[in-house]
């Protein structure tokens, strides 16, 4: 690790820490908790990979934000990556695939109870997954520290967020996503990434769900976005495109969005929520969807709304052609850091 004394933010990057910055978790105001899971994908697999391909390309990144003034001065450090549940998760992702083709084949009765059985232990593991996640958000917490959970597959926030919202009481989740993830056990998978926002709404903490850039659903989903009395607001990307035709500006469209949201605001951020020119190689690509900085100017007027941005997450960044997408998760990630603990 880089000294703090000595340290050049003018310099060439060094491997090794986030960013290449002279800061540890001990010494960090923002923790970034890796999890390198990916059992549950259901088209492309490789997220698993995402956060220690971020950390490699991190180092790549120049620290200047306008009207962020030395902006390098965010302590923030990422905690090692498990490499047991990584292990796990490698494992349990080939037992998950062989599941997925048996269901894609038309579900043979004579492999119905091993089925059976695969799923009741990806269950189980997921759930301790979760557990996990959940317990080391808040010991990160105790120690006076803010937090951004950094998967992995779309599954993987929900202990991160069941904590946030437990101790904040009261929260809104603002997404950014390709998809709704409002499927209930998708696949037979409790905790599947297409799940994760169904279980979130489980969680009585969380007032209201606001999504935005959403445009690969079904009518399930649908049905419980018009059925939410209020409590889950869509965003559909192709209502965002066609209104923006007719020459509403995205400025307004901002603030259309961030008026849903409570004072309390947590950040869900699939990356297949941009356009997939950005991260080509993510689990479950879809044409459509954001620039970067459109997002990041969402997140910017949330933050200059006076609502306080008490966690977030960075999913589905998968590393698997190039180091393409890892580069754009990292630049993704550093902003949102600053969004989180920063003063911008």
Not at 33 to 39: A, F, M, R, S
Not at 41 to 69: F, H, R
Not at 245 to 272: A, N, R
């Amino acid at each position: 690790m880089a000294d703090k004394e000595t340290f050049d933010p003018n310099g060439v990057g060094v491997k090794g820490t986030l960013f290449g910055l002279p800061y540890d978790t001990a010494s960090a105001d923002v923790v970034v908790i890796p999890i390198p899971w990916d059992v549950t994908v259901s088209y492309g697999a490789g997220t698993a990979n995402g956060p220690a391909a971020i950390l490699e390309a991190s180092s790549q990144i120049d620290y200047e934000i306008p009207g962020v003034k030395e902006a390098w001065k965010l302590k923030v450090a990422m905690d090692e990556i498990p490499e047991v549940w990584q292990s796990l998760g490698k494992s349990l992702r080939s037992k998950a695939e062989d599941y997925i083709e048996w269901l894609e084949s038309g579900s043979d009765e004579a492999m119905a109870s091993e089925m059976q059985g695969v799923v009741a232990e990806i269950n189980r593991q997921c759930e301790q997954l979760m557990t996990y996640v959940q317990q080391e958000t808040a010991y990160w917490h105790s120690q006076g520290k803010q937090t951004i959970l950094l998967g992995g597959d779309h599954s993987t926030p929900l202990g991160h967020i069941r904590a946030i919202a437990q101790k904040e009481q009261e929260i809104g989740v603002l997404q950014i996503d390709a998809h709704a993830d409002l499927r209930k056990a998708y696949e037979g998978f409790t905790y599947s990434h297409a799940s994760v926002m169904y279980n979130v709404l489980q969680l009585k903490e969380v007032s209201k769900l606001v999504q935005v850039g959403v445009r690969d659903y079904c009518e399930e989903e649908l049905d419980l976005i018009t059925s939410s009395n209020g409590r889950v607001v869509t965003f559909f990307d192709q209502d965002v495109k066609e209104a923006q035709y007719q020459g509403m500006t995205w400025h307004d469209q901002c603030l259309e969005i961030v008026e849903q949201l409570p004072q309390k605001v947590y950040i869900s951020f699939d990356i297949d929520g941009l356009d997939p020119k950005l991260c080509p190689n993510t689990g479950t690509p879809v044409p459509g969807g954001f620039e970067l900085e459109q997002v990041n100017y969402l997140f910017k007027l949330v933050k200059e709304s006076g609502r306080i941005i008490v966690g977030a997450d960075l999913n589905e960044v998968s590393p698997t052609s190039n180091e393409w997408d890892a580069n754009v998760g990292a630049r993704a990630l550093y902003r949102l850091t600053h969004f989180v603990g920063g003063e911008m």
